[in-house]
């Protein structure tokens, strides 16, 4: 069965999903949808593209595709996903998959209603080296895990355009970059519920409407606490993007760079797993990252199988983000559940 993928968006993002469609045998990139011809034109040539359509209406209509990875800016999420999802096609929906919580809710409403798969490109979930330590975590390498460290950073570095306009994208580095180190430690815990969130943010190194520097303290249900700094412009960072670590009773493991060191304390010495990662890596975003992604989507389709990266999850990502805003705004810890 060849699935006929559709992608909304023609920018950065877009392409990068583009390459994984055209990876995949068993799917067929049928159209794009991009308002702007001067973005879709040259879109549709480099990607081979047949179809373009200046709204998602329009391919809707001409019963083009099967499925559509949504890779437009934050404020289009919601709308299209649940525009798609009512008109019977799969979503893929890059992260955050939506403004608010409760624009989350509704498109996981949605996909419920309407049977339709419906995914959060919640990345690094599908990277090789997570999911290594993931399973470290899962062979309970590590023990108890009693807190953890991860970045969401951009070094010497920010975006513009939509990204800087709260409106459009809903918040600032937080949004962008914050939630791949939130989603990548819930996933790496197994994915625990949040409890409560404790935030300090701001905004230091731009003229714009939204945060770029942001320290986070998430404490977990099963008693594990997460540190997390996230931010645009930061002269300096720990880690590059999802990287990770987290402090066991039995040991430490990292992502980027992606180790164990198991201590042996009756015999005074500390193994190290060599597991054959190179670090720092040629691309630290992969595009074979991606390709499992999307693979992993289109394998749903087929199987009816709830994703990796479910709406549900997305929805989770989606109320830690806001109660760390609000957090930031009150200087209070926010709870979720009770402790």
């Given at each position: 069965m060849?699935?006929?993928?559709?992608?909304?968006?023609?920018?950065?993002?877009?392409?990068?999903?583009?390459?994984?469609?055209?990876?995949?045998?068993n799917a067929e990139l049928v159209a794009v949808v991009e308002k702007f011809e001067d973005k879709a034109k040259p879109f549709a040539e480099e990607y081979a593209i047949p179809n373009v359509y200046t709204t998602?209406?329009?391919?809707?209509?001409?019963?083009?595709?099967?499925?559509?990875?949504?890779?437009?800016?934050?404020?289009?999420?919601?709308?299209?996903s649940i525009t798609a999802l009512k008109a019977g096609l799969h979503v893929l929906v890059e992260k955050p998959m939506a403004l608010s919580v409760e624009e989350a809710t509704r498109m996981d409403q949605v996909s419920r209603e309407t049977s339709r798969i419906l995914m959060v490109g919640h990345c690094w979930r599908?990277?090789?080296?997570?999911?290594?330590l993931r399973e470290q975590v899962a062979a309970n390498q590590l023990g108890n895990i009693i807190r953890t460290k991860g970045y969401g950073?951009?070094?010497?570095?920010?975006?513009?355009?939509?990204?800087?306009?709260?409106?459009?994208s809903g918040g600032g580095a937080l949004m962008d970059m914050g939630i791949h180190a939130i989603d990548t430690v819930r996933y790496l815990l197994g994915d625990p519920d949040p409890v409560s969130v404790y935030a300090q943010i701001g905004t230091y190194y731009g003229d714009y409407n939204v945060d770029d520097t942001g320290m986070l303290i998430i404490r977990w249900e099963n008693g594990t606490v997460s540190y997390i700094e996230t931010?645009?412009?930061?002269?300096?960072?720990?880690?590059?993007?999802?990287?990770?670590?987290?402090?066991?009773?039995?040991?430490?493991?990292?992502?980027?760079?992606?180790?164990?060191?198991?201590?042996?304390?009756?015999?005074?010495?500390?193994?190290?797993?060599d597991n054959g990662f190179v670090f720092p890596r040629e691309e630290h975003c992969e595009q074979e990252m991606y390709d499992r992604q999307v693979a992993h989507f289109l394998s749903c389709i087929q199987e009816q199988a709830i994703?990796?990266?479910?709406?549900?999850?997305?929805?989770?990502?989606?109320?830690?983000?806001?109660?760390?805003?609000k957090s930031g705004e009150t200087g209070k810890v926010v709870w979720l559940k009770d402790a």
């Open positions: 060849t699935i006929r993928v559709a992608i909304a968006g023609a920018g950065f993002i877009a392409s990068i999903h583009a390459k994984a469609v055209k990876n995949q045998p998602l209406e329009d391919l809707i209509a001409a019963s083009t595709a099967d499925a559509i990875i949504i890779g437009t800016p934050n404020f289009l999420h919601a709308s299209q599908y990277d090789r080296e997570v999911n290594w950073i951009h070094e010497n570095w920010g975006p513009k355009g939509w990204f800087v306009q709260k409106d459009l931010g645009w412009w930061q002269p300096h960072s720990d880690g590059p993007e999802a990287a990770t670590q987290l402090f066991g009773l039995k040991g430490y493991g990292s992502v980027f760079p992606s180790c164990l060191a198991l201590p042996d304390l009756e015999h005074d010495q500390v193994e190290v797993i994703p990796n990266s479910s709406a549900s999850k997305g929805l989770a990502n989606m109320e830690i983000l806001a109660a760390a805003y």
